[in-house]
């Protein structure tokens, strides 16, 4: 199993959209919109690849140096088979 924090989705928005439009948009809306497209590529160039299996985006979820930590709400936002 393979798992990855992103820890600068404001600022991928940011760059984006520019500033004044990210400071308008909540940042669990970001780091949503940038996991669904680091999901989406993943999915395309595994896919490309031959491999098959699954992805999942999961709230409740907390990776720090090797801990990794379970919140009370452990919750699937996004899941595909590829």
């Known amino acids: 199993m393979i798992v990855l924090k992103i820890s600068n989705a404001s600022e991928v928005v940011a760059s984006k959209v520019g500033r004044f ?3 308008l948009t909540p940042d ?4 949503s919109a940038v996991e669904d ?3 989406k590529k ?14 999942a985006a999961i709230n409740g979820l ?5 801990d990794l930590s379970l ?5 699937i ?5 590829f």
């Open 21 to 23: 439009l990210e400071r």
């Open 28 to 31: 669990s809306i970001d780091q």
């Open 37 to 39: 497209q680091v999901i």
């Open 42 to 55: 993943m999915i395309e160039n595994l896919a490309a690849e031959g491999l098959k299996g699954e992805i």
């Open 62 to 66: 907390d990776l720090d140096g090797s």
């Open 71 to 75: 919140n009370k709400e452990v919750k």
């Open 77 to 81: 936002r996004k899941h595909t088979s």
